[in-house]
């Protein structure tokens, strides 16, 4: 079965880094686009960037536009989130996600807390 497992999350000060990674599993990874999407408390989840299935084409939410980076790896199956410049406004649950035949599927999230 399709499994996606994220990590990578933690505390950090603002203007710090983190880099978040999402091993897949369960599915043809090199042929599947993925996507990072977050939640904070009380606010509904959010796309953050997408990559296509072989990297040449990414996408960025405008609020994390010059700070962060999605790659992926397609030889180890994984994804990441690199995350620079890190915010307060930034807190919340990182979790990646990739649509496979037509269905969505996420992993279960990791924390990141930027504080001020």
């Known amino acids: 079965q399709v499994q996606l497992v994220e990590s990578g999350g933690g505390l950090v000060q603002a203007g710090g880094s983190l880099r978040l990674s999402c091993a897949a599993s369960?599915?043809?990874?090199?042929?599947?686009?993925m996507s990072w999407y977050r939640q904070a408390p009380g606010k509904e989840r959010e796309l953050v960037a997408g990559?296509?299935?072989?990297?040449?084409?990414?996408n960025y939410a405008a609020f994390v536009k010059g700070r962060f980076i999605i790659s992926r790896d397609n030889v180890k199956n994984a994804a990441y989130l690199q995350m620079n410049s890190l915010k307060s406004e930034d807190t919340a649950v990182y979790s990646c996600?990739?649509?496979?035949?037509?269905?969505?599927?996420w992993g279960q999230g990791t924390q990141v807390t930027v504080s001020s």
């Open positions: 990559i296509s299935s072989g990297g040449g084409n990414r």
């Open positions: 369960g599915f043809t990874f090199s042929t599947n686009a």
């Open positions: 996600s990739a649509l496979v035949i037509g269905v969505r599927y």
